[in-house]
């Protein structure tokens, strides 16, 4: 299984950026899909989730401001990021969780905030 994710960038506070996270390879059966951020020197952190049902998860941080959707027949996830701030300055990483069990992750996409 291979994650490509894209749409990250530089943007002024208060911008909105969109991110891409394609899945392709041998995937039988999606469980979950969501986006992780790690910022320099912290630890990784949840950011999103949404379920093959359509059920969403979000860390506190970004309720509101975030919306996660997923396009099933592409094995596609979205992260829409609107009212950005400088502390969601970060690499996004993309996860993808099977029904099996198995659990991938993206290469990473750079978000720079500038305030």
């Known amino acids: 299984v291979q994650l490509q994710a894209s749409g990250g960038g530089l943007v002024q506070a208060g911008g909105f950026l969109r991110l891409s996270c394609a899945a392709s390879?041998?995937?039988?059966?999606?469980?979950?899909m969501g986006w992780y951020r790690q910022a320099p020197g912290k630890q990784r952190e949840f950011v999103a989730a949404i379920s093959s049902g359509g059920y969403t998860n979000y860390a506190d941080s970004v309720k509101g401001r975030f919306t996660i959707s997923r396009d099933n027949a592409k094995n596609t996830v979205y992260l829409q990021m609107n009212s950005l701030k400088s502390e969601d300055t970060a690499v996004y990483y993309c996860?993808?969780?099977?029904?099996?069990?198995?659990?991938?992750w993206g290469q990473g996409t750079q978000v720079t905030v500038s305030s």
């Open positions: 390879g041998s995937i039988f059966s999606i469980n979950a």
């Open positions: 996860n993808l969780i099977t029904t099996a069990g198995g659990n991938y």
